[in-house]
């Protein structure tokens, strides 16, 4: 069975600062990797995914991450922080073959000081 | 940008009534997830349709909850009767396929009182 684990439920960084969200993940086969993003009683928007290729994916609003199939990794990065980047965020992976199910990260809490 | 409807966005029930939540996926989505999301933790599968067809409801509790996707489009997920611990967000999802990423609606806030 996969697993997900986020280390660090609370980050806090400062404005303009790097933010860093570690992922590692538990599978047999390497699956497809994702981050999700959500806002007080929002749903889930997709920040980045990685299926397949290149390793450095980019997404939107300048994160990107990078998976590192010898760590079991796909840590979540931001060269600048900014205040509006305060929110949770979800790491997910599922099986390849598509039409599986996300299984999710307990979720860090990223919050931007001034 | 095509959009996962749900609906209602928030919902206040008693104990032991009954609550209902709509979703309407993306057109031309044939896989549609419910998920549930308790406050601090990361969503779960409750259950998932391919077109009317129920894949996984292996973590549905089946004596209070139901859930159906008749013709293969829309699809609501009712309990029956509430408990306090349903108390989370119900997320509803859909996809083409799980390459291409799933598209999340932005839930239903349960609250049982």
Known sequence: AQSVTQL???????????VLLRCNYSSSVPPYLFWYVQYPN??????LKYTTGATLV??????????????????????????????????????RGG????????????KVEL | EAEVAQSPRYKITEKSQA???WCDPISGHATLYWYRQILGQGPEL???????????DSQLP?????AERLKGVDSTLKIQPAELGDSAMYLCASS????????????TRLTVV
């Open chain 1, 58 to 95: 980019k997404g939107i609003n300048g994160f990107e991450a990078e998976f590192k199939k010898s760590e079991t990794s796909f840590h979540l990065t931001k060269p600048s922080a900014h205040m509006s980047d305060a929110a949770e965020y979800f790491c997910a992976v599922s099986e």
């Open chain 2, 46 to 56: 409750l259950v998932q349709f391919q077109d009317e067809s129920v894949v996984d």
């Open chain 2, 19 to 21: 609550v209902a939540f």
């Open chain 2, 96 to 107: 083409i396929n799980g390459v291409s990423g799933y598209t999340f609606g932005s839930g």
């Open chain 1, 42 to 47: 929002q749903g889930l928007q997709l920040l």
């Open chain 1, 8 to 18: 660090g439920s609370h980050v806090s960084v400062s404005e303009g600062a790097l």
């Open chain 2, 62 to 66: 089946k004596d209070r909850f139901s």
């Open chain 1, 99 to 110: 039409g599986n199910k996300l299984t999710f990260g307990t979720g860090t809490q990223l």
